[in-house]
């Protein structure tokens, strides 16, 4: 079982490696990755009679199984990651803080951190910097057209900053 998810993470770091869009990524998926799903679903299956489902191996197995159509989406769509990793990542500092947040005074004071906070997170996730996001959107927010409104979101803005650039030059 190890073996064969090494081979499905060593696919992925492949296509990293190599560059590969999201189609060429489906694709490479396709053709490599699912005959890998198909032979752990099988043996899944197979060994699945052979352990007490209450054990915690059963336990995993029998997650597994119940969970096997999302365990194996991302080869349907070379956008999706292997894993959730990224948003863990991404939640990591919000878990860290968590005694810090018992003291942001009220509810409607700390619903506002958590706005800000991920926005910033979402910022980082466009690989844009949050404090220069940030400062724009507070400055044009009061004079921006409701109907576009969705242009101030952190992957928008960040689009709209490259061909603004891309026009300027």
Same mark, same amino acid.
């Given at each position: 079982m190890v073996v064969w998810i090494g081979?499905?993470?060593? $696919?992925? &770091?492949?296509? *990293?490696?190599? *560059?590969?869009?999201?189609e060429q990524r489906h694709a490479? &998926?396709?053709? &490599?990755?699912?005959?890998?799903l198909k032979s752990i679903h099988a043996y899944l299956q197979e060994i699945t009679v052979t352990? #007490?489902? *209450?054990?915690?191996?059963?336990?995993?197995?029998?997650?597994? $199984? &119940?969970? %096997?159509?999302? #365990?194996?989406r991302y080869t349907d769509d070379g956008s999706l990651e292997i894993d959730n990793n990224g948003a863990e990542n991404a939640l990591r500092p919000l878990c860290l803080?968590?005694?810090? %947040? $018992?003291?942001?005074?009220?509810?409607?004071?700390? @619903?506002? +951190?958590?706005? #800000?906070?991920? $926005?910033?997170?979402?910022? *980082? +996730? @466009?690989?844009?910097d949050p404090f220069a996001y940030l400062r724009d959107v507070i400055e044009r927010v009061s004079t921006h057209p409701m109907n576009r409104i969705d242009e101030l979101t952190p992957r928008h803005w960040k689009e709209l900053r490259q061909s603004r650039s891309a026009h300027a030059e």
């Open positions: 081979e499905l993470y060593g $696919l992925e &770091r492949s296509a *990293k490696r190599n *560059k590969l869009d999201d490479l &998926r396709q053709e &490599r990755a699912r005959p890998i352990v #007490l489902p *209450k054990s915690p191996l059963g336990d995993a197995i029998g997650y597994a $199984l &119940r969970q %096997w159509d999302a #365990l194996a803080g968590r005694k810090n %947040w $018992l003291n942001f005074g009220s509810e409607a004071a700390a @619903h506002r +951190a958590m706005v #800000l906070l991920t $926005l910033v997170q979402t910022c *980082k +996730a @466009h690989q844009v």
